[in-house]
């Protein structure tokens, strides 16, 4: 592979609902480029960005993959991001690297939630975004229809470049609206024609309407254009260009990645008007408090940043990298500023798929990987020993759903640390936690599909076994009254007994209060020394649990009488009676349950409103109101008790067509209904 610089390489995202094309798409790029000899599908297994065995068995994209396309001068780096929303976090390190996001929008189903989606995180970030419409050699496929969705989802800025010839099995051909052009396919050999004179005046009047799109967009086009005078093409695709590097201006083009029809014209037009990193705006970075911009100059200092880490049991890490700026060369030295580690670049290479082909250089706005970096992760800057600068870390979406485990056996235990250490380095999304409370390990990701594919990964690569159960809410207990009692504890079997007598009142705190002990003694009925002996047995009595063997909180105990003898008793007999009369106060306190609540905030559709507030309704949840935050949605913020929401993110995907998004955090404790309550069994008990 031959060396390029900024102005030849393209770094494109292909991006999408699943099963919009986007592999089979970058297949047929590497195809048109000669870099593979067949076309690989998608149901075969037999592809060059899937090929992990998952993927092959799902028959669909689970990570992000990359494919490097070399085509008349040009590089164009193929970033393949899974259309799952469970898998958003690949898309997101896609993004924030790609120069042009490509959405892939099958004819068939038209614009569908996930391309909403990613068409959001997209224009949030700012990268350019252009449109191919595939599979329009299939039955009921529409470019027409597919046309006016994207215009009516994404707005005026939707421009098509292209028309089909024919549709469904009549596709034969694409018709070029800015030379007005026919390229008819026949057998893998393209013709340029005249446009079919059935479809003529259409193609006329979208040529002409596209025309006076672009040279709106330049004061100078528009003023000649309007004395007659007709840009010519190269004038027309440089302003198109800025549009599209400026984000302004969302080209589409068409055809079918399989067949494959317009897969040659999407590859020239991501060389002719898509933007390489030097039409894009510089990197901000940041050197200790000082901010700063980093431009893709190859000849300045060199810059990497990594944006996704694969874990390997026998390679280690491979680190994939863009080079922000500079030339990275092989056995280079950096540094990693976040732990201030030095890193040899031993051996680069390009990744094709999961083919390594080794490189001598990788030069500003490329992409590269690099194995065996000891102490680097994804979202990680790799800089020069002098200058230690930093660019912005990916910052993965908050997990979605819990999954509690535990290992199979004693040597799956013995692995579970390491493994699940490596995994979530490759993995950003993955989040591993042990609830103290319910003593559970809990495995947080952005949906079912994304935790069990984890478990999958982690049997296939670290040979981990683990089995799935319930997870536990970490419920409470408290009391709502108060009450006395005595706690006596009185042991004698020979040489010194044990005897300790206290008296203890509980009473009810205010929520969220903790644990009060007053001493209350006088007189000398206990001795000093012994008073916190009695604390010590209440606040584990507390830890143990009430009633219900929930923790106790929010109490406040006094102990205000009690005896002791001058021989056999001790501390140990004074903490027994302290345990032994806390819980016979409790339990005639109106002991009650207390459930942790979250506060919800759900994002929805208008239209699917009503059913949110009516399922959050159903989930004993508590709606605080309602705002419209633009685009046809309205944000419903709610507490919700966290027992209803364990599988909330599957429910809600379910609820809104995938639509609906949420965040939770927890919020406070409140008390469970009684009826509730008397189906608990505690963790401690179970």
Known sequence: MQDYFPAKIRTVALVGHGGSGKTSLAEALLYHSGAITRLGRVEDGTTVCDHEPEEHERRMSLALAVAPVELDGYKINVLDTPGYADFVVDVLAALEVADLAVFVVSAVEGVEVQTQAVWRLAAERGVPRMVFVNKLDRDQASFERTLGQLRDTFGSGIAPLELPIGEAGELRGIADLLTDTAYLYDGGVVTAAEVPEEM????????????????????????????????????????????????????????????????????????????????????????????????????????????????????????????????????????????????????????????????????????????????????????????????????????????????????????????????????????????????????????????????????????????????????????????????????????????????????PLPRGAGFEFVDAIVGGAIPRQFIPAVERGVAEAMAQGGVHGFPVVDVRVTCFDGKYHSVDSSEMSFKMAGALGFREAMAKADPVVLEPVSLLVVTVGNDQLGDVIGDLNARRGRVQGTEPVGDGEQEVTAMVPTSEMLRYAIDLRSLTGGRGRFRATHDHYDVLPPHLAERLTSPALA
């Not at 004038?235 to 589409?252: D, I, K, M, Y």
């Not at 705006?281 to 200790?288: E, H, I």
């Not at 000082?290 to 990594?306: G, K, M, Q, S, T």
């Not at 005595?486 to 203890?504: D, M, R, V």
């Open 200 to 507: 003529e005046a259409l193609e006329h009047q979208v040529h002409q309407n596209l025309v006076e799109g672009i040279v709106e967009a330049d004061d100078s086009l528009l003023e000649r254009y309007l004395e007659g005078d007709v840009p010519s093409f190269e004038e027309l695709e440089s302003v198109l260009a800025r549009g599209v590097a400026e984000a302004n201006v969302f080209p589409v083009v068409c055809g079918s990645a399989t067949v494959p029809v317009g897969v040659d014209r999407l590859a020239s037009f991501v060389c002719e008007i898509g933007p390489s990193a030097l039409d894009r705006p510089p990197r901000p970075v940041r050197a200790g408090d000082v901010e700063a911009e980093v431009a893709p100059d190859p000849d300045a200092e060199p810059l990497a940043y990594v944006f996704k880490t694969i874990t390997d049991p026998y390679v280690g890490h491979l680190s994939l990298f863009k080079v922000l700026s500079g030339t990275i060369r092989t056995d280079d030295h950096l540094r990693n500023p976040r732990t201030g580690t030095d890193e040899r670049l031993h051996t680069l290479f390009c990744l094709r798929g999961k083919q390594q082909i080794e490189v001598r250089q990788v030069s500003a706005g490329d992409i590269a990987a690099v194995a065996k970096l000891s102490d680097t992760l994804t979202g990680d800057t790799l800089a020069p020993r002098t200058t230690p600068v930093v660019a912005a870390p990916l910052e993965p979406p908050e997990p979605a759903l819990a999954m509690a485990v535990r290992p199979r056996t004693q040597a799956d235990d013995d692995k579970l640390a390491g493994a699940l250490h490596r995994l979530c380095e490759e993995d950003p999304a993955l989040r591993v936690r042990r609830d103290e409370e319910t003593h559970q390990l809990l495995l947080l990701g952005m949906g079912e599909s994304h935790l069990l594919l984890s478990l999958e990964r982690l049997r296939r690569k670290f040979g981990v076994h683990l089995d799935t159960e319930e997870v536990k809410i970490a419920y409470r207990e408290t009391i709502a009254g108060s009450a006395e009692a005595e706690g006596k504890y009185k042991k004698q079997s020979g040489g010194h007994g044990q005897f300790g007598i206290a008296y203890l009142r509980v009473e």
